[in-house]
């Protein structure tokens, strides 16, 4: 058993209020270059939608991520063969226009053009070439599901879904959306770190977070076709690679990443889990529909005495240990059940995890008695066709399985298709939901609070854990960073010139003093 640390990270997606707040503070300190103009590390999508950059969930045309060929994995669209294959022209990789082209104002016209009849306007201009363009898309052009025809139907999640469901879900007195939050997963098994020819892109030993080597990066971009959730960005003014590196100057002084010290929702949570190296291959080999499980089977009890032995063997300081038994992550992933990767059948096996949304909150459907000449009016057509709202309902979960947001749908996101995982998910947390309302109302049967903490596998008492941490959580107890221990860290960079040491995958045996 290979037990390392890993800083992990859920975002719940009830509490996201879609103010991009997260996005303009990581902005503002990381991407505010010359080349960076387009590059958003943290980014907030509107699903559904088809996200930044445009549909960049079809890996048929992005060829990103893993797949699985005779029982064992191989990038998609890079590699030694294929990047060779595609060194001087790489057909799918990204263009601007899949991002956006970056824009500004000229805002000097309004202030130093001369006296006209017309008002004064200021023209967008590029700012790659300078010059005035016709602004077609932005970063998040489908924010609250703007322009819809050409956005959010062509979400790629909708594929598996009846044209009925479809069009259900764009019906305006059943339309729902919410938003996703997306940063670098710090996979465990990331494809960025295999593509690169330069060997550039590395995990560090100590807490996991994937980083790129600026001085050895030599802008082969196959980062940015390898990762399938389009992380890792161009830098068209230094000719080198970059993405989101965790803030890791903020952690190792013991704060939160800017975009998550500064979420107004306090949607995201942050925390250390252990996990068995060992299992990364057969974690990410295994099939389709056991991805998500085999990902969840290696993580471990930061408790079980003998995992805490082989962590300490291995050189996982006691203070990471500690900081593993307190964290956040691991209660939503592990030990509740709340919180599933975005995409798991890209096998990258993400440490970012996502507690999906109890969307809407809202009565079961039933469609309204119409006359028969209202039913021959084709203006009144569009709303004698529509659902009236049913406050009551005998099926306890009858919200869940007929809700505006299909679990397919969700399914497709966060479980590789798998509808019983998110509704397992989605029944907790409406029996917390629940509990919670009679707690503060009373005005559930007992028997139903009862049934639906049964329904839900849960005692009252972790559905409060829940709900505190959920809603209640200080700062402390939503962010649980472990000291850095650098200095131990460099130590081990310079005992060890292999491959192994160099790229900071973890060690089997501790330096001695001196070395």
Not at 154 to 183: G, T
Not at 266 to 279: K, M, P, S, T
Not at 449 to 465: I, M, N, R, Y
């Amino acid at each position: 058993m290979d037990v390392r640390s890993q800083i992990s990270m859920v975002f719940h997606l009830d509490k996201c209020i879609g103010c991009h707040t997260c996005s303009v503070a990581c902005k503002n300190i990381w991407t505010d270059r010359k080349g960076v103009e387009y590059q958003w590390w943290n980014n907030v999508e509107t699903k559904p939608g088809t996200g930044y950059p445009t549909k960049w969930e079809d890996q048929d045309i992005y060829k990103g991520g893993w797949e699985k060929n005779n029982g064992t994995i191989n990038l998609k669209g890079a590699g030694k063969k294929k990047g060779l294959l595609n060194i001087f022209h790489n057909p799918h990789l990204p263009v601007i226009d899949d991002y956006y082209e970056p824009f500004t104002y000229k805002y000097l016209d309004l202030i130093e053009s001369p006296e006209m009849d017309d008002q004064p306007t200021a023209r967008p201009v590029s700012l790659i070439t300078g010059k005035p363009i016709d602004i077609k898309m932005g970063p998040n052009w489908d924010d609250d599901l703007s322009g819809t025809p050409d956005f959010a139907r062509k979400d790629p999640n909708l594929q598996d879904l009846s044209p009925a469901e479809q069009e259900a879900m764009f019906q305006l007195e059943r339309m729902a959306f919410f938003y996703l939050p997306r940063i670098c997963n710090h996979c465990l098994n990331p494809a960025c770190v295999a593509s690169c020819p330069s060997g550039a892109i590395y995990k560090r030993g100590e807490d996991g977070i994937v980083l790129i080597n600026q001085q050895v990066c030599r802008a082969w971009r196959m980062c940015v076709t390898a990762c399938p959730y389009k992380k890792s960005y161009y830098n068209w003014h230094t000719g080198k690679s970059e993405k989101c590196i965790l803030c890791y100057p903020r952690l190792e002084a013991g704060h939160a990443p800017a975009c998550m010290h500064s979420c107004v929702g306090r949607i995201r949570y942050l925390g250390v889990v252990l996990y068995d190296a060992d299992q990364i291959e057969n974690a990410a080999s295994a099939d389709e529909s056991k991805v998500v499980d085999s990902q969840l089977d290696m993580l471990l009890d930061p408790f079980d005495p003998k995992v805490i032995q082989a962590a300490k063997e291995n050189g996982v300081p006691d203070s990471t240990i500690k900081a593993a038994q307190q964290s956040p992550t691991y209660k939503f992933v592990k030990e509740w059940g709340l919180a599933l990767p975005l995409h798991p059948e890209f096998r990258t096996l993400p440490m970012l995890f996502y507690v999906p949304p109890l969307l809407p909150v809202m009565a079961s459907l039933g469609k309204q008695n119409t006359s028969q000449a209202e039913k021959m009016d084709p203006i009144a057509k569009v709303w004698n066709d529509d659902w009236l709202y049913d406050t009551s309902t005998e099926d306890l979960w009858g919200t869940i399985d007929q809700a505006r947001f299909p679990l397919k749908y969700m399914a497709n996101l966060f479980a590789a298709g798998d509808e019983e995982k998110v509704k397992i998910v989605l029944k907790k947390l409406m029996a917390v939901r629940i509990h919670r309302r009679n707690v503060t109302v009373g005005d559930i049967a007992p028997e139903k609070v009862e049934a639906a903490l049964k329904g839900a596998d849960l005692e009252a008492e972790v559905a409060e854990e829940i709900y505190k941490l959920t809603s209640l959580a200080k700062f402390d107890q939503r962010f649980v960073i472990p000291p850095a221990h650098r200095e131990q860290a460099l130590e081990m960079l310079e005992f060890t010139g292999d491959t192994k040491g160099s790229t900071g995958f973890g060690f089997k045996e501790k330096p001695e003093r001196g070395l």
